[in-house]
């Protein structure tokens, strides 16, 4: 199956999503003759249109596109979407520490190469924007630095 | 002369201790991420934004930073085009085509300091026209009314869709998912809660830092991937004569001169940067040389003229990109919209009125470009073998540093794990949709966008009392919505172009 199909299909299910929640949205006082629903009406009907164009006349299939590296690919979403679940629970310094160690595996790291950018990188960052620049970062079980 | 009272006012802002310090590091930090492949200006200002807020900095010195780094990042661009013939960032794609070749003859040195010189060139004529047009433009523009405003926002997206990519459709599909998100949230105008799903995270719409970071930090590492496995450029380790010298200053005046003027308009359109610049810069040149004589050309085997002309295109217009930024408040290029973005973090809004409200800001930015392009060649001479350096970062320390920056950088804003899942969902998102062809710039276009299209459509429509017949009701829109429709069908009607465009323009960015 043709990408752009594939890519078509998916903007006309947004655009039918957009419609569904928007069709609804109306202002119990209206002050102006065009209300809160207008707008996302218009821009989901774009979406539905330009997905039924891609539907209908998609481009050619390109040759040149490199292979997806589907392992690699799913093993990084997977390291990043971890990270952003954990890094509250675990605190800044131990969620990077961690998953800064697969991360650099992907990349072509020995273990050892990712633990210890994953530290440094932890530390460092943590006393420069929680220490120096007053940003916030969570701290996690055991407090601080550990 | 009231022009020059206010450039002198704007060098005052400029030349501030703090600010001249900004401007430095940006300059640094900007070739830094131009030399570097993977790491585009767009990203480094996407990550940037959150942290200017962290800083507490004022909205001047916020774009004083990040203009410096987008400018930086054109002349560290070529670095890594001359020396690896990998294109740093899109626009320096051209660049490879005769640099790296230079650099195979041993001239790497001659390469690297005459693009500094031509990119400094394309820049300060920029510069110099921006100081000449933008407040004519800015007062010319006061007089426009939401009417003109949605037929200038039409006409942009049309730009963008019509000049920008191979398929118009999917530039287009993704203005409007930008358009979608700028949605989401509390309407302004009636307190109506849009697109919330009844989550309390979504009331205030989605952060602006978590979707430029997610679409574009996050979904390049996914990209890097692919490259990862490809074999290792070879890299020129011979530079050579460090400078170039006056014949080939002589002999490269014209090219320069005609890919700065070149970039300079080409810079001003919405949705065309560097990479058409650069493009059509090239392809002029060729063009231009072959008929005075072709016994003389070098083209694709290490022309000098060649090198020039695209260096300097590529530097104009990324300062003319500023044009319409400041005068207007339509970017042309997704690092525009980006800093325009800020902008109404700052509860600024983009338009002519900046220049009578934010003097401050607007001739402090430009004054900046000058500051900064002096900069850029003062390090970009001497210190090119240490940025060439940058090139041998490892991957796997960069993109742990560029995870952790952004994820600071989004936490910082609301303190949720909500944010973070999002950033990292919108990165896996816009990988799969860039890898099936659809543009990014457009879509936060899009977003930056969304609601001033939105407020001056609704706003119209009440002057009229909700009869549409208002949208083509003034002379200056009719031109809008006519050069709109010219932009957006010319290229379905002229299939010439069509493949013109198709040959030069390889990247999207």
């Keep these: 199956m043709n990408n752009d199909r594939i890519l078509g299909a998916a903007a006309i299910a947004v655009a039918a999503i957009l419609i569904a929640y928007g069709y609804g949205l109306e202002a119990p006082f209206a002050y102006e003759p065009v209300g809160p629903r207008a707008f996302p009406l218009i821009a989901a009907a774009v979406i539905a249109v330009c997905g039924a164009i891609l539907v209908l006349k998609p481009g050619a299939v390109d040759d040149a596109q490199t292979p997806m590296p589907g392992r690699a690919i799913i093993a990084l979403s997977g390291s990043l979407l971890a990270y952003s679940f954990l890094f509250q629970p675990l605190g800044f310094v131990i969620s990077t520490t961690v998953f800064m160690v697969p991360i650099a595996m992907i990349f072509g790291a020995k273990w050892w190469q990712g633990a210890l950018t994953g530290g440094l990188l932890a530390v460092s960052s943590f006393l420069l924007f929680d220490s120096v620049l007053d940003v916030v970062l969570p701290v996690g079980p055991f407090g601080g630095i550990v | 002369m009231e022009t020059l009272g206010y450039l002198m006012h704007g060098f005052g802002v400029a030349l501030t201790p703090s600010n001249l310090l900004l401007a430095s590091i940006g300059a640094v930090v900007g070739t830094m991420v131009g030399v570097l492949p993977g790491l585009g200006p767009i990203n480094a200002v996407a990550m940037l934004v959150p942290v200017v807020f962290a800083l507490g900095l004022p909205p001047e010195s916020s774009l004083i930073l990040m203009a410096a780094i987008y400018i930086g990042s054109e002349y560290g661009g070529r670095i890594s085009a001359i020396l690896l013939n990998v ?264 338009g002519p009125a900046l220049f009578r409200s934010q003097p401050d800001l607007v001739w402090g930015l430009i004054a900046s470009l000058f500051i900064g392009n002096f900069i850029l060649l003062a390090i970009n001479i001497p210190l090119v073998g240490v940025f060439a350096r940058m090139l041998s970062v490892p991957a796997w320390v960069l993109v742990p540093f560029i995870v952790v920056v952004s994820t600071i950088g989004v936490y910082s804003g609301k303190s949720t794990t909500f944010e973070l899942v999002l950033m990292v969902g919108l990165g896996i998102g816009a990988y799969f949709l860039r890898r099936l062809g659809v543009p990014m710039a457009p879509l936060i276009l899009g977003l930056v966008l969304g609601k001033i299209l939105e407020q001056s459509l609704r706003r119209a429509l009440s002057l009229s009392a909700g009869d549409i017949a208002i949208l083509w009701s003034s002379p200056i829109s009719i031109v809008l919505w006519t050069m709109a429709a010219a932009v957006f069908l010319a290229p379905l009607l002229l299939p010439k172009f069509q493949r013109w465009r198709r040959a030069t323009i390889t990247a999207d960015e």
């Design chain 2, 87 to 350: 294109p740093g960032e899109a626009s320096a794609v051209m660049t490879a085509i005769e640099g790296y070749p230079l650099a195979r003859q041993g001239k790497a040195g001659i390469a690297l300091s005459l693009s500094a010189w031509t990119s400094f060139v394309g820049s300060a004529i920029a510069t110099i026209g921006i100081v000449v047009a933008a407040p004519v433009l800015a007062s010319w523009a006061l007089a426009f009314g939401p009417v003109e405003y949605v037929a200038l926002m039409v006409f942009a997206f049309a730009c963008l869709s019509g000049l920008l990519t191979d398929q118009p459709v999917k530039a287009m599909l993704a203005i409007s998912l930008g358009l979608a998100i700028s949605t989401i949230g509390i309407d302004a105008n009636s307190g109506v809660y849009r697109y919330t799903f009844g989550s309390p995270n979504l009331v205030d719409g989605v952060q602006f830092a978590t979707v430029v970071i997610g679409l574009f930090a996050i979904s390049e590492l996914l990209i890097m991937l692919e490259f990862m496995h490809g074999g290792a450029a070879v890299r020129i380790k011979q530079m050579g004569r460090s400078l170039f010298n006056r014949s080939e200053m002589l002999f490269t005046n014209m090219a320069t001169l005609r890919g700065s003027l070149i970039g300079f308009f080409v810079g001003i359109l919405p949705g065309a940067g560097g990479t058409v610049a650069s493009a059509l810069a090239y392809t002029t040149e060729k063009r231009v040389v072959e008929r005075a004589g072709p016994e003389g050309s070098l083209f694709g085997r290490g022309d000098m003229r060649g090198l020039a002309s695209v260096e300097a295109a590529n530097n104009s217009a990324s300062n003319s990109n500023f044009i319409p930024m400041l005068t207007l408040g339509i970017p042309s290029s997704g690092t525009t919209a980006i800093m325009l973005g800020v902008l109404t973090l700052y509860n600024l809004t983009p």
